[in-house]
Nanobody, 114 residues
Framework: QVQLVESGGGLVQAGGSLRLSCAASGIIFNDAAMGWYRQAPGKQRELVAIITNRGSTVYADSVKGRFTISRDNAKNTVFLQMNTLNAEDTSVYYC????????WGQGTQVTVSS
């Protein structure tokens, strides 16, 4: 059974930082593309960042230069370091894994107060 468990969300002031973590189990983590999506109320789920199994990264334009995605294959964990947060970053953040099929975590709330 595949499980993606996010942690690290919370309330932060504008300009602050948060680090999200996603621990994966039930998949061959080293072979999976991992990533983060987010969904704000009334909006569609959107890509934040992806890291391939080889370490290549893709970022949404809105987070380039502020967010950094990384992975620790020894710990089956993907991270999202979020700096210089603003109110527009307020969303539920979902961990994503793709290896033949796509899997999603339950989501973690990030709220940025202005």
């Amino acid at each position: 059974q595949v499980q993606l468990v996010e942690s690290g969300g919370g309330l932060v002031q504008a300009g602050g930082s948060l680090r999200l973590s996603c621990a994966a189990s039930g998949i061959i983590f080293n072979d999976a593309a991992m990533g983060w999506y987010r969904q704000a109320p009334g909006k569609q789920r959107e890509l934040v960042a992806i890291i391939t199994n080889r370490g290549s990264t893709v970022y949404a334009d809105s987070v380039k230069g502020r967010f950094t995605i990384s992975r620790d294959n020894a710990k089956n964990t993907v991270f999202l370091q979020m700096n210089t947060l603003n109110a527009e970053d307020t969303s539920v953040y979902y961990c994503y894994a793709n290896i033949i099929k796509t899997f999603w975590g339950q989501g973690t709330q990030v709220t940025v107060s202005s």
